[in-house]
């Protein structure tokens, strides 16, 4: 009889709904949060790390950086259970009812680098709040949005984000932000005696040898690893490179030691502070965070369920992503997407059980709650992250690449490329141009009135807007382009196909 129990309680995880037994389903949710947990953090490592322009120092202390790692892992866990069990109001739901893993998302990196550097973190914290407003738009107007945004404007702007990251993984392989910029101040002249000290940090053989061993690590077990092991490659690599830099003495744990047991998540640790600019810039990407989660959701279905998710389910999806990560932003941390890697277990183990999700849901809230998790990853070396994130980033850029070849390669779709890269990305990563854009147009509008000085400081903030970061420009560039050049009826087959087939590939891969 029991054994009978057992094996109805394996074959539950198989089914959507349903109690399978704890021992069967914290296995499974503890290898939801193995292969996605350091994915999770990196992106508030990264921008914590940033250098203000203004002062020269990271936009964080080390006490904000620890309590956003703590706030991150538990509006994750949070955001997660509300995609398994939606919140229902009237007709629409928040949360799409299925087996959906939420993390921090890369896509607002490079636009919050550039962000914090100019206005701080406070302003990064602000535009999380308010910009998921455009999200919650999406998610209410689904259907008729989705033909905006096809996979050659996914791909162009998955390409642009994952260029702008790879500088920053191989800086912080080399010894991260704070010790390149002394470096740059040593090689000005410029430098303090900190900053000298610093300096030699950057590019050392402890960090080069201590980045090396995580990346060969990754490297290795992703090409002779199976299951578990594979899937939790990068926390692997990590960990060994985390014990290399504590043998190597490059580690402090004094902030570790300070950290307390169990502590709550504390809502507005770090002030909001709002901007209209910032605020522009986050909402554009939200909406190439809504994309992501739209193209993760439909793998699950089409793999777990051999079917295209329903209208409601990604509506509520969208809106989840959007809430959850308005929370995030409210609880210090930042916006939420659903995640491919977990998606991708889903689609090659076709565990689609809840219950085997909410408990690793579970974990990642209880994760939350303890400050001293957050600061042992708050004292990491840069070069820790560093070895790992190069090929993660790497990824990102080329999936990008892998939409655009499922679009095909058009006269339509390479003239849409053509002006996307050459016009919108080029230009957005010429700031010298870009600075000098709102001067340069000034006389189109130049009768010395009240109107055309009004008229020239809207469109002075419209240029800033739109080349001020080249995600947004390219984000809002390809999306235009694809309105003025509609596509064919074969070319609109081959965008539904690319859609599906791209979903389920990039997820069992």
Same mark, same amino acid.
């Given at each position: 009889m029991s054994a009978q129990k057992e094996l109805k309680g394996r074959e539950l995880v198989y089914q959507l709904n349903g109690r399978p037994p704890l021992a069967v389903a914290i296995p499974l949710g503890l290898q939801h949060v193995l292969s996605m947990f350091i994915g999770n953090l990196a992106p508030v490592?990264?921008?914590?790390?940033?250098?203000?322009?203004? $002062? /020269?120092? !990271?936009?964080?202390t080390p006490e904000q950086r620890r309590i956003m790692i703590q706030c991150c892992m538990f509006a994750s866990g949070i955001t997660t259970l509300v995609q398994l069990y939606p919140i229902k109001i009237g007709q629409y739901q928040i949360g799409a009812g299925l087996p959906i893993v939420m993390g921090t998302s890369f896509a607002f990196v490079p636009t919050m680098i550039t962000i914090g550097r100019e206005f701080g973190l406070g302003v990064i914290l602000g535009a999380v709040i308010v910009g998921g407003i455009t999200e919650v738009l999406m998610g209410f107007f689904i259907k008729p949005l989705r033909k905006f945004? @096809? @996979? =050659?404007?996914?791909? !162009?702007?998955?390409?642009?984000?994952? %260029?702008?990251? %790879? @500088?920053?993984?191989?800086? +912080?392989?080399?010894?991260?932000?704070?010790?390149?910029?002394?470096? *740059? &101040?040593? &090689?000005? /002249? $410029?430098?303090?005696?900190?900053?000298?000290? =610093?300096?030699? *940090? +950057?590019?050392?053989?402890q960090n080069l040898l201590i980045g090396g061993i995580v990346f060969l690590t990754i490297l290795l077990l992703n090409r002779f690893a199976k299951g578990v092991l594979k899937m939790s490659a990068i926390l692997v690599g990590i960990l060994i490179g985390y014990i290399t830099a504590i043998?190597?003495?490059?580690?402090?744990?004094?902030?570790?030691?300070l950290a307390g047991i169990i502590s709550a998540p504390i809502p507005f640790y770090v002030r909001p502070e709002f901007r209209m600019d910032a605020i522009l810039s986050i909402a554009a990407l939200y909406v190439v965070s809504g994309l992501e989660t739209m193209g993760n959701i439909n793998g699950i279905t089409i793999a777990g369920f051999d079917r295209e998710s329903t209208s409601r389910e990604m509506s509520g999806a969208v809106m989840a992503d959007a809430a959850g990560s308005m929370f995030a932003g409210v609880f210090n941390c930042l916006p939420n997407t659903a995640f491919g890697q977990n998606a991708g277990i889903v689609a090659m183990t076709r565990v689609v059980n809840k219950f085997c999700i909410f408990t690793g849901a579970l974990i990642l809230i209880l994760a939350g709650l303890s400050p001293k998790i957050g600061a042992i990853f708050s004292v990491m070396p840069p070069s820790v992250l560093g070895g790992?994130?190069?090929?993660?980033?790497?990824?990102?850029?080329l999936n990008g690449m892998k939409l655009i070849a499922k679009a095909g390669f058009s006269d339509r779709n390479l003239l849409i490329?053509?002006?996307t890269f050459?016009?919108? +990305?080029?230009? /957005?990563?010429? *700031?010298? =141009?870009?600075?000098?854009? @709102?001067?340069?147009?000034?006389? =189109?509008?130049?009768?010395?009135?009240?109107?055309?000085?009004?008229?020239? &400081?809207?469109?002075?903030?419209?240029?800033?807007?739109?080349? *001020?970061? $080249?995600?947004?420009?390219?984000? %809002?560039?390809?999306?235009?382009?694809?309105?003025?050049?509609p596509p064919s009826a074969e070319e609109k087959e081959r965008m539904r196909n690319a859609v599906q087939e791209a979903a389920v590939e990039d997820l069992k891969g």
């Open positions: 490592v990264v921008i914590t790390s940033v250098v203000s322009a203004v $002062t /020269g120092e !990271a936009i964080a945004f @096809p @996979p =050659l404007v996914i791909g !162009a702007v998955l390409m642009t984000i994952g %260029l702008h990251l %790879l @500088p920053v993984g191989v800086q +912080y392989f080399a010894g991260g932000a704070a010790a390149e910029g002394a470096a *740059k &101040a040593v &090689a000005a /002249g $410029t430098a303090s005696a900190a900053q000298a000290a =610093l300096a030699l *940090k +950057y590019a050392s053989w043998i190597l003495g490059e580690v402090d744990f004094e902030q570790v030691r790992a994130v190069v090929t993660v980033f790497a990824m990102i850029m490329l053509a002006i050459g016009v919108a +990305y080029a230009i /957005g990563e010429n *700031k010298v =141009l870009v600075a000098h854009l @709102p001067m340069a147009t000034k006389a =189109l509008f130049n009768s010395g009135s009240s109107f055309s000085n009004a008229i020239n &400081a809207i469109w002075e903030n419209l240029v800033n807007f739109v080349f *001020k970061d $080249t995600t947004v420009t390219v984000c %809002l560039f390809s999306i235009l382009l694809n309105i003025i050049f």
